[in-house]
């Protein structure tokens, strides 16, 4: 795993060679691994994901006019560049809608979202199901609120910031997603599993340290992409939401008893509530074999076997009654529970992502072999195996400008270089020619625009803003 020094200044340096200048801070946002709890989070139910140790980083510089340009390292060639005021829902398709939706989600909440340059870099694998999106989102939120022109009069709590990116991903971006991906971004804590509680969006942290029982857990990518705007996704939710009005309650998570469920005539509408009602009580079962095995001065061993039944539980539940698991994450569970895992789910919306296993920690090897070799024998492209260690939330990182033989260090370069004559001002704005030192266009004339980028280059020491 990186450090955090290292992503910080291959941040900034991203950002430096894209814009020119240092940023003004950089800020990383965690994705996400959910222990327990699938699908239930849009049911009002329960959840118990942790933020992961892979995340994003977003590289931001304030910018004196109100446009926001964006790029990414993994979407090379893929710049945007937009105008803060005419954001709207729907106008930005593709990886940008989720920065941009969050500069609009912001200024929907009353926010002054300046315009801002901002490079993004990410470990996470995009469509592995661990919420590059919500760490996207998460991210560039932090980086905006702490660019602020004027200073929120108190930080903005973690949960409301919470249902801003929710709001910039299903009103902007159009994908119906829950609150979990978000939360567990902003609100993780190491060593810890989130307990959230989606109706009263009540949290609680939950000891969390598989370690302690000689035990770790392994998500396995399986490569096959999820794409949670593509149906099916809305289609579960349709139908939870239709079991719910069916049964006169409303939502399920009101329902405790699956004998309720028999009410319900359709057997698909049945099998779908089954898993939701199921799941929660599952997410509680955790949670209380979690808080045994932390209080009872043990190592916990059995309370971790008890919650590797109950992830295999869940996989079967997710697989045959919510319908949303897909070939190579059975196949991926079957090979690592024959290899010694203590229990193995797929994690998150489903149809493609990762799995989600718990091992004992010296089986780790022969797991990795026995799931790689399965996925040899069908001729699928090889999984990808991640570490899942339960880390701290979205955060600010001391900036690093420079790591030993890059151009870092220099605050802005066109700072102490004004250029003559009519030359136009350098901004973050659009790269226009191969030559770095004329590799920039502003739509003001030079003195006032320069004069204006000076002062806001000057205002770039921390602290400005909301955000931590
Ligand atoms: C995705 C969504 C979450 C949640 C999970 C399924 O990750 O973004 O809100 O619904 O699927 O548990």
């Not at 709207?88 to 912001?106: K, N, S």
Request: with cysteine.
């Amino acid at each position: 795993m990186r450090s955090e020094a290292a992503r910080s200044a291959q941040a900034a340096e991203l950002f430096l060679a894209r814009f020119g200048a240092a940023p003004d801070g950089v800020w990383l946002a965690p994705g996400r691994a959910n222990l327990m709890g699938e699908h239930t989070d849009y049911n009002d139910g329960f959840v118990l994901p942790f933020a992961l140790s892979q995340g994003t980083t977003a590289a931001a510089g304030y910018r004196p006019d109100r446009r926001l340009v964006l790029c990414s390292r993994q979407e090379p060639g893929r710049e945007v560049e937009l105008a803060l005021d005419d954001l709207a829902p729907g106008q930005v398709t593709g990886w940008a809608a989720y920065p941009a939706g969050i500069a609009w989600a912001l200024s929907a909440a009353g926010y002054q979202v300046p315009g801002a340059c901002i490079a993004i870099d990410s470990d996470l694998p995009a469509g592995a199901g661990l919420s590059s999106s919500a760490a996207l989102e998460c991210a560039t939120a932090l980086a905006l609120l702490a660019l602020l022109a004027l200073p929120a009069p108190s930080p903005i709590p973690r949960p409301a910031l919470a249902a801003i990116a929710q709001r910039a991903e299903n009103e902007f971006v159009g994908v119906p997603s829950g609150i979990m991906d978000q939360s567990a971004s902003l609100l993780g804590q190491a060593g810890h599993a989130l307990l959230l509680d989606c109706r009263s969006l009540e949290t609680a942290q939950v000891p969390f340290d598989p370690a302690a029982a000689d035990a770790r857990l392994m998500l396995v990518n399986t490569r096959a992409k999820h794409e949670l705007s593509d149906g099916e996704y809305g289609q579960r939710r349709a139908e939870c939401e239709q079991a719910a009005r069916l049964l006169g309650v409303p939502s399920l998570r009101s329902v405790t008893d699956v004998r309720e469920l028999d009410r319900l005539a359709d057997p698909v509408l049945r099998r779908r509530a089954r898993h939701i009602v199921a799941d929660n009580q599952r997410v509680l079962e955790v949670v209380g074999l979690l808080r045994s095995a932390s209080g009872a001065g043990g190592s916990g061993a059995g309370a971790y076997r008890d919650i590797g039944r109950l992830l295999t539980a869940a996989h079967l539940s997710l697989r045959d009654d919510f319908e949303v698991s897909w070939a190579e994450a059975d196949a991926a569970v079957d090979a690592a529970l024959a290899a010694g895992a203590l229990g193995a789910r797929m994690m998150g919306g489903g149809f493609g992502g990762s799995v989600l296993a718990l091992v004992p920690r010296r089986a780790g090897g022969q797991i990795r072999e026995a799931v790689a070799e399965t996925f040899g024998r069908h001729a699928w492209t090889a999984p990808e195996f991640l570490d899942a260690v339960p880390s701290a939330s979205a955060r600010r990182l001391a900036l690093q400008l420079g790591s030993p033989g890059s151009q870092g260090g220099t605050p802005c370069r066109y700072e102490t270089k004004p250029r003559r004559s009519r030359a136009r001002l350098p901004s973050c704005g659009t790269r226009s020619t191969a030559s770095p030192r004329s590799a920039w266009t502003c739509p003001r004339p030079k003195p006032r625009c320069w004069r204006r980028w000076t002062v806001c280059r000057s205002r770039s020491a921390p602290g400005r803003g909301s955000a931590r």
